[in-house]
């Protein structure tokens, strides 16, 4: 165990990959350099050939990462911000995500399209979206989302081990956040959740960034015996249903916390998921803590409004068990 | 630039390979055409009728492990590319046994196997994708190459130029080859594009030609030298080879489409042109081989559709239960 | 009243529009000669100027939408297929929804997105997806979705006259089908659901072409004793979730029926709105018929077995009620 | 092409005029530069300093209802198009009483009133909507233009091409100003972009010039001609600006980036080509003003500057009820 910064796990975890695997490649652009730091030093010790920086061009680039990868190549396409993913969404929307499937298994993709996103650093709404619901509803393209240092480098190795497209997506500004990291190659099989806060009155499952601020509010509501059970998906395709489905079938409450836009949010999905698959167990209704149907603002107190936080998320569950706070409520 | 003669250098059995190739081809779009007006296919299909010395002039010279990526029109470079003619045919039939095993069809026939990507529903989409597989081979270091087959609507796309650029940077050994065919769905060249296709390759700087698409010579030396520049190494080259499409952009358009874009004097015009009578009076002049030749080639090729729609007629329709996770995900 | 086909009450829609406001302009690939019909004719009615064949050129395309909404135009800009505007995108989802709200209002932008969405037609995976769920979560968009000839002129007038970005999706292979259309100029209030058969067993919501199978699965059902509340939203942005939540509240039951691929779909949220506000009448699980995972695939079979369909929403809405059918189960 | 003396043309009023205006731009940015590095503003800030003569050259001769759209670093365009010093320092600060009430920001400042779409944040986006705008302009048959500001970087998006060749076509009213200031982020140009970005034009038949964007007089006149060649139907031109970028892409990068991109020589040199003091020079060889009334230029500026600041300190912050269906819908 060792106390890393996120993009120091991520860094470090593209570095073992590459110096194991001749065949993983990373470019996008600027990953020379590195606007993030995630990729700082890859050229240096895996050759320029291996680490590229690109013009700025995404449709091109994203389809170059379906090329290479169909020719044999593990792909890491760097992206930088998720908004800009819209700019080449042909190539992940309507090639990464369906090449395999139309010709019918002939190859497979492995490529890994990796950004920050989401909001709070006022970078307003271009380079704050969460967009994670849309990678999920084309079908073919997996979706990381790591919300610790650990599971960054976790799921960045499975995610370049994995033969298929997925979409790697760290929570903008949480890249300087530290946490233990264990040593040797952390790994965590995409599919898998993680419980991270234990209890029996109501789960909680938060996707990506929305970890942290829930997992404050497991904590404080446990000191009010209210007791959360705190579920992180780590990744939302292939989404851990059987592990939400067991704890909401316990507590029978279902609380949902994700950062994207809420119409047809990730967060819909898994209350649907619920409200089909253990709906005898619930007690009460399913909701959503996310972010209203607008566009990010760049002003701090009105993009802080939008987003959820410890408050917001208590005052739900809170709400949703008829426990009133006596301060905070 | 012109062929001058240079033809000279190809063997007879070459040359009757070529033949062989671009009738082969057309026959089986001819067929395929008939299925679709007479409501056989599932789906629709653009028929590459016309520009058969294009892919064939390109893609006898291609070894297996170089790739190409196509367009909608996709069928002639499957086939030039060496994809087999019975795959083809039923997975255009919607069959369990067509190269895609029925899940991708017509615009997504694809044989990796044979280094080629696929035909694609997206306009332009294989300029990038070719792109990347270029990279590859240059990481590869195996002297493969990458070529990409787009029309002039696609040149439209902004993707190409950002190929160029990436690829003259890199000095990628890609091939785009614009098949300009005159239209761009319905609109005819000049209403929608603007100046030379060739002449998008120079502020790049790559290499650039604008050949005649309709004579094969031509096409493979042009192509020759392209191959032979990526290969060692001097990056991308961009050829726009001129011919023209005799069919409509889809088979069965002049049912729906409430008017004409070109007419019927154009079309008769054009058709002067065809690559394969071309052909087949050049290898007759240069006494390459006999009338009686070609007919026993257009025989073998004629049974040989014959059995493709044989095969695939009596081939099954997928079994639902066939799709799902193992191809969505490997 | 007149009998017509959807892609003629488009067409006669867009002409009656254009005739009365000078400042509608239209534009797209091949808008004159018209692939699908709904443009034909326009431009020699019009002029040149007003309807303007595209070159292959959709990034460009869909950004020139949105300067020329910014300068003053009514702007129809056709993207042919829904999947095209992948292609497209980043004028879409970064721009189009989101320039009003960035600049507090300063300007709206009259644009209608129109396309041909879905599968039915073995057009395979790249001219086959239902991608509403995606514009939903973009926040800025509305999304009118038309499943009779009357809702396609209803809709499409009210998306014109529309001063926001709207999503206009045409189920592909549907133009050819007939129904009544009012005289005169009919116009549909976005956000105002329709019920298209009355019931009190259950609840089903219907999105698009699958207003169109849920119908007669209802009516079927109905010589069975079943009855079934019919809802077509019409538009998902804005979503009428008064008349789906008031349906809910009397039936108790829910089924939603979507073209989207599950995950993120459009079923999905409207199954989450009323696990959250109407859950106290809720009698039996939520139920969503949708699209698998998958991508669309070519051979009828296939594609048959992964849409929804007459016979998989009568069985969904006889299981829920525990009452199989004698044949068809 | 070389200004040659022309600026005789020029009042004394319309030079200093000129100078007041690349001096407003100098004074924001350096002003909002400290501040951002001070931590005071809520989010990133990409500076104009160096580029101002470009700014000022064209917008001077735009009319209110010319439309121009610019990039994430607009604060300059702007200000050049006349929006307004205390709405834009207010904005960037995030205060309610900003231009886009705090809901946009540095990357998003725009004034519809006087023909500002805005910038943006996205590298490319403003050349398809500012080729929306002339699309507009040209149905409006007013004469106005549309003026797309971007960088050598986004020379690169294919939409460049794209926007070439339909304006070409449709002889948009319409110019695409490439400010060529060496880098694409931390990318130097050679290392991304092939080629010359105003050879660009070539192929699709567009007008094309190449200038020292650091002199304003030239950028004015080949502006000019360009404005001329759009209000009568001419179609588009692209101009290539070279410039320079003297602060770093975003203010602050020296505190996370690991390593340089260019060297501390280079960037010395490069400020000699300071387009301000060089046309302060020339006013004054000229005899067109005194150094006292450019000091009093200054201190106008200054004190404008020093305004908008107080101003936007003593600006409420946006407060969160005042955000929402409102601003997103009409
Ligand atoms: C991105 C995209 N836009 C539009 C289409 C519809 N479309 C299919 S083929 C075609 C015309 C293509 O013209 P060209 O590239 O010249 O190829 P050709 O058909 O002439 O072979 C169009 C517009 C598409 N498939 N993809
Ligand atoms: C589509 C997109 N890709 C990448 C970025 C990140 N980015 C912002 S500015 C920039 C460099 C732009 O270079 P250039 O166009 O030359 O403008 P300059 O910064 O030099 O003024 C990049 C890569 C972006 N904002 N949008
Ligand atoms: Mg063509
Ligand atoms: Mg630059």
Redesign the pocket.
């Known amino acids: 165990m060792a106390k890393k910064r996120m993009i120091q796990a991520i860094n470090e975890t593209l570095d073992s990959e590459m110096a194991k695997d001749p065949k993983i490649v990373l470019f996008g652009e600027d990953v020379e350099i590195s606007l993030f730091g995630d990729t700082v030093g890859l050229k240096d010790k895996h050759g320029a050939h291996r680490v590229r920086n690109m013009p700025i061009s995404e449709t091109v680039m994203s389809g170059m990462a379906v090329g290479a990868a169909a020719a044999g190549y593990k792909v890491v396409c760097h992206m930088m911000f998720g908004n800009f993913m819209y700019t080449g969404f042909?190539s992940i929307a309507n090639q990464a995500s369906k090449l395999r499937y139309m010709t019918a298994g002939q190859i497979s993709l492995p490529i890994v399209y990796m950004s920050v996103f989401g909001g709070g650093r006022s970078a307003a709404a271009q380079h704050s979206d969460a967009m994670h619901p849309m990678f999920m509803n084309l079908g073919g393209i997996k979706v990381a989302l790591p919300a610790t240092p650990a599971d960054a480098a976790g799921l960045l190795r499975a995610s370049i081990h994995d033969p298929n497209p997925v979409v790697f997506l760290q929570a903008a500004g949480r890249g300087g956040e530290s946490g233990e990291v264990p040593d040797g190659e952390v790994i965590f099989e995409l599919g898998k959740a993680a419980t991270v806060h234990d209890g029996d009155d109501v789960t909680m499952v938060a996707i990506g960034a929305m970890v942290r601020p829930a997992l404050r509010a497991a904590k404080r509501l446990a000191e009010d015996g209210i007791g959360v059970d705190l579920i992180d998906p780590r990744t939302m395709v292939p989404l851990d249903t059987e592990a939400i489905l067991s704890s909401v079938r316990r507590t029978g409450r279902l609380v949902v916390v994700d950062e994207a836009r809420d119409l047809c949010s990730a967060a819909s999905h898994v209350a649907a998921v619920c409200a089909d698959q253990c709906f005898e167990a619930l007690k009460a209704p399913i909701k959503r803590v996310t972010v209203p149907d607008l566009a990010m603002p760049y002003s701090p107190p009105l993009e802080k409004a939008l987003l959820p936080n410890e408050g917001s998320i208590s005052a739900t569950v809170r709400d949703l068990l008829g426990k009133p706070a006596g301060v905070e409520a | 630039m012109t062929s001058s003669g240079a033809d000279t250098n190809f063997s007879n059995e070459q040359m009757l390979g070529f033949y062989r190739d671009m009738l082969r081809i057309r026959r089986v779009e001819e067929q395929l055409g008939k299925d679709s007006l007479a409501g056989n296919l599932p789906g629709a299909v653009?028929l590459y009728i016309g520009q058969e010395a294009v892919g064939v002039g390109i893609c006898s010279q291609l070894r297996d492990d170089d790739w190409i990526a196509s367009?909608?029109?996709g069928h002639g470079h499957f086939l030039a590319k060496g994809g087999d003619t019975k795959l083809l045919v039923a997975e255009v039939y919607g069959r369990k046994t067509g190269i895609c095993r029925g899940h991708g069809g017509s615009m997504h026939v694809a044989d990796f196997s044979k280094g080629i990507i696929g035909a694609n529903?997206?306009?332009?989409?294989g300029i990038s994708i070719t792109t990347g597989a270029a990279w590859a081979a240059q990481l590869d270091g195996n002297g493969a190459v990458g070529v990409a087959f787009?029309?002039?609507?696609?040149?439209n796309?902004g993707v190409l130029c950002e190929a160029l650029n990436v690829s003259t940077l890199w000095k990628l050994p890609v091939i785009f080859v614009c098949?300009n065919?005159g239209?761009?769905?319905f609109s005819p060249y000049s209403t929608v594009t603007s100046g030379s296709i060739a002449d998008r390759a120079k502020p790049y700087g790559a290499a650039h030609e604008t050949i005649d698409g309709n004579d094969l010579i031509e096409v493979w030396q042009c192509a020759a030298r392209a191959i032979r520049r990526a290969r060692d190494g001097k990056g991308p080259t961009l050829i726009e080879a001129r011919t023209y499409?005799h069919s409509g952009?889809v088979v069965g358009e002049h049912t729906f489409l409430s008017g004409t874009y070109r007419s019927e004097e154009e079309v008769e015009q054009k058709k002067a042109g065809d690559p394969i009578p071309a052909f087949a009076k050049r290898i007759l002049e240069a006494g390459q081989a006999s009338q009686a030749d070609l007919d026993r080639i257009d025989a073998e090729i004629t049974a040989e559709v014959a059995e493709a729609v044989a095969f695939a007629e009596e081939s099954p329709y997928p079994d639902p239960a066939d799709q799902g996770a193992g191809y969505m995900f490997a």
Request: proline fraction near 0%.
């Open positions: 042909d | 653009h367009n909608h029109r529903g997206i306009v332009g989409a787009f029309g002039d609507g696609a040149a796309q098949e065919n239209f761009s769905e499409r952009h």
